[in-house]
């Protein structure tokens, strides 16, 4: 029984917030430990975590641990606050297993996300990953000095960053996936980093990419000096039967192959080169299955977004539950 789906997705989401921390007290268990493994000092007790968008302000770290995640990732954070997009900004189908949204970085701002994150320091239990983001009104020509600005403010507590240049919510974000702006962009991001204790950063790439241009991309970005990426975002691409407006990200299981397939065009991509890098796969994953295949494909991590709402919040410890059962 999923209560939730009973509900408008709008209602549904905005009582999450209330309904996760009841859930977590009651149901919450220590993180299981699967498929554990480290990674430039960051130890994973299983390689399954939140991906970004799920908790936007690190508001319930504490009730993701309880649930079983391996790793989070919060935001995307912008530097200044920002509202939704205007009108309808989410929807789903329940037949599809389709997640539809418009919201465009929606963001409390990087103040009140440092202060949640700064609270959770004395007790952190996982990698946390910090999603960072240029506000809508910033142009594409000066969005570098957004990601700098995010990468100084939250480097005392990101475990990672990864840089979402590939929402298609944010008018011209994508853009910036170019091989000029990616040079442009990457080029002081790791500039920055590299002046401290270097904090890996991860690019999080667009899932409709076509495949010769997303494998350039990935060769780029590697030869650029990125620690790894998220694969992917969701998709403008739409299946058929489908209702949803055409502007607008498609999560789910729509966007199932297509994720695997940019996790495929990595992982040859990048061949020898692939050591040390960071894969993580996102999209689509909605069984245990779908996570064990991530990870036989190539991928280190997994995130699920869909999976929370047509599954439960109990996913991460149910996978768990399967691993260990196989063994």
Known sequence: MRPWLLLPPQWAHDLSSLALPLYSAIYGQKTPHWKSFTWRDLHFANPLGIAGGVDKNADHLNDWWKLGCGFVEVGTVTPRPQDPNPGKIMDRDLHLQAMWNKMGFPSAGADETFFNLAGYAPNYRTPIFVNIGKN????????????????????????????NISSPNTKGLRDLQSKENLSHLLGPILEKVSHFEPT?????????????????????????????????NTTLSRPAGC????EGGLSGAPLKDLSKRALQIAVESLGKKREGLLLVSAGGVLSAEDVFERLQMGADLVQIYSALVFHGPDFFHEVARRFNDGR
Do not use: W
């Not at 809508?136 to 990864?162: C, G, M, Q, S």
């Not at 209702?243 to 055409?246: D, G, L, N, Q, R």
């Open 243 to 246: 209702h949803f407006p055409a």
């Open 136 to 163: 809508r009104h910033t142009p594409n020509e000066e969005a570098v000095n957004d990601y700098v600005t995010l990468i100084d403010k939250f480097r005392p507590f990101a475990d990672a960053f990864v840089v």
């Open 200 to 232: 890996p950063v991860l690019v999080k790439l667009s899932p409709d990419m076509g495949e010769e241009l997303l494998s350039e991309t990935v060769q780029h970005c590697q030869q650029l000096g990125i620690d790894g990426f998220v694969l992917t």
